[in-house]
Nanobody, 120 residues
Framework: QVQLVESGGGLVQPGGSLRLSCAAS????????MAWYRQAPGKQRELVAH???????NYADSVKDRFTISRDNAKNTVYLQMNSLKPEDTAVYYC??????????????WGQGTQVTVSS
């Protein structure tokens, strides 16, 4: 079985920083891409940042130049460094991976989410 586990969320003041981590565990053949999504109360889930197996990245306009997504392939882990946080960044952040397990077909996997709250 494959699991994605997020960590690093919490409460920060506006302008502060957090670093989220998402570790994929299990029998994984290949991770094609990883991404961070977020969902604020009453809102639909939104793509925040995306990173390919070749480490090319894309960001939502709302977080561009403030957030940085990166990955450590040896650890099957993706990170989201969040700087200059704003109250509108408050959401549950979800890790997503398109990966191929050793004994299955490629598909999307989701973590259970980690809460990020930006408030003074």
């Amino acid at each position: 079985q494959v699991q994605l586990v997020e960590s690093g969320g919490g409460l920060v003041q506006p302008g502060g920083s957090l670093r989220l981590s998402c570790a994929a565990s299990g029998s994984i053949f290949r991770i094609n891409a990883m991404a961070w999504y977020r969902q604020a109360p009453g809102k639909q889930r939104e793509l925040v940042a995306h990173i390919t197996s070749g480490s090319s990245t894309n960001y939502a306009d709302s977080v561009k130049d403030r957030f940085t997504i990166s990955r450590d392939n040896a650890k099957n882990t993706v990170y989201l460094q969040m700087n200059s946080l704003k109250p509108e960044d408050t959401a549950v952040y979800y890790c997503n991976a398109v990966l191929t397990p050793n004994w299955g077909s490629a598909r999307n996997y989701w973590g259970q989410g980690t809460q990020v709250t930006v408030s003074s």
